[in-house]
């Protein structure tokens, strides 16, 4: 990653974080006695966004993924007619940073705009420069940056609905000229939900996802519940879910899964000029939540990361055979990510 890329990434967190004021009132007594009050009457009660015991809520997140050694198979030595080849990958590295600021957040409404970058950086264990498709992988390697916004409107005490949209920047890049619209790709959902008791919360609603390295339009189900002060679990089926272990409220352990991707855009010297590649990965994988002072806390995770799609395309959004380039069925290395982030209260 260049330099002037990593400033202007640097420059862009600078300018959410500033917007964002968040007061720390962990130290605050109040010694007033709220028994002696009863209810206000005709004021309106609205539903919370979380159950208790539940994950922080990552207001910046900055961290650091690595993947073991991995063999990909059967690359075409284009434009020529020769044998694929499979080349063998020793590591998959790179930078992953996130901003979620609250835009608005009062009892009527939360309403967050984010931005992300995410980089994989592939490291061949020979690479001759023959195959164009290798060589730039290996040079430039893969980015996504992006933005987003989630709203939370809670409609009385018990009922919800979550909006979420995200417009992401996803190819084989140097440098920022390199950038085009082919390369974006549009994901959003929308959930109504029910919250039946402080530890309970379901909703079921619809999504289109390039989490599987395609788009699809899929049913979703959200439902965080807590059983008791140890156990609880976090589903957002079937993007993720995890079973939760407490081992205080600042002190997490969690035991489930991912599934990520998205498409990316690459030039190549193909008959079309260029090709999108449909990455889509599920992650079985144990994940360590601590606090380590004030609301930063520290993220460890490693798992398994299981290939479910690397097909390379011929066009935006193709599904069809006939538009297929190559499928390669990459081996599944093991993978652990950490990450330093700034949590929400």
Wanted: glycine share 8%; aromatic share 14%.
């Amino acid at each position: 990653m260049h330099m002037k890329q990593l400033l202007l990434l640097a420059f862009c967190f600078t300018c959410l974080v500033a917007g964002a004021q968040v007061t720390d009132t962990s130290t605050v007594v109040d010694n007033t006695d709220y028994s002696s009050f009863g209810d206000v009457a005709g004021v309106k009660r609205y539903v919370t966004q979380k159950v208790l015991n539940q994950t922080p809520n990552r207001i910046v997140s900055i961290g650091y993924e690595y993947h073991g050694s991995f063999n990909m198979p059967n690359v075409p030595l284009y434009p020529t007619a020769l044998a694929p080849q499979t080349f063998n990958v020793n590591r998959l590295s790179g930078l992953r940073a996130q901003v979620n600021i609250p835009v608005v957040s009062t009892t009527k409404i939360i309403w967050q705009m984010g931005a992300n970058y995410w980089q994989s950086g592939y490291a061949f264990e020979a690479n001759d420069g023959k195959n164009p498709f290798i060589t730039k992988l290996n040079d430039k390697g893969m980015h996504t940056a992006g933005i987003n916004t989630t709203i939370f409107k809670p409609l009385n005490e018990k009922n919800f609905l979550i909006f979420q949209a995200s417009a992401d920047f996803n190819g084989v890049f140097q440098n920022l000229k390199e950038v085009n619209s082919r390369a974006l790709t549009f994901s959003g959902a929308a959930i109504y939900g029910w919250k039946k008791s402080e530890k309970n919360m379901f909703g079921i609603g619809v999504s289109r996802t390039y989490r599987a390295g395609q788009a699809l339009a899929v049913p979703i189900i959200l439902w965080n519940k807590t059983f008791n002060d140890d156990w609880g679990m976090e589903l957002l089926l079937p993007a993720r879910g995890h079973l939760r272990y407490n081992f205080s409220t600042s002190n997490i352990l969690q035991l489930g899964y991912e599934l990520e991707g998205n498409q990316y855009w690459m030039r190549t010297p193909s008959p079309k000029g260029e090709v999108y590649i449909q990455r889509g990965e599920l992650k079985p994988r144990l994940m360590w939540d601590k606090r380590l002072f004030g609301f930063v806390w520290l993220n460890v995770q490693g798992g398994l990361r299981y290939n479910w799609r690397y097909d390379v395309m011929n066009q935006y959004d193709a599904r069809k055979d006939d538009q297929l380039f190559f499928r390669s069925k990459l081996g599944n290395p093991f993978f652990f990510n950490v990450s330093l982030n700034f949590v929400s209260p």
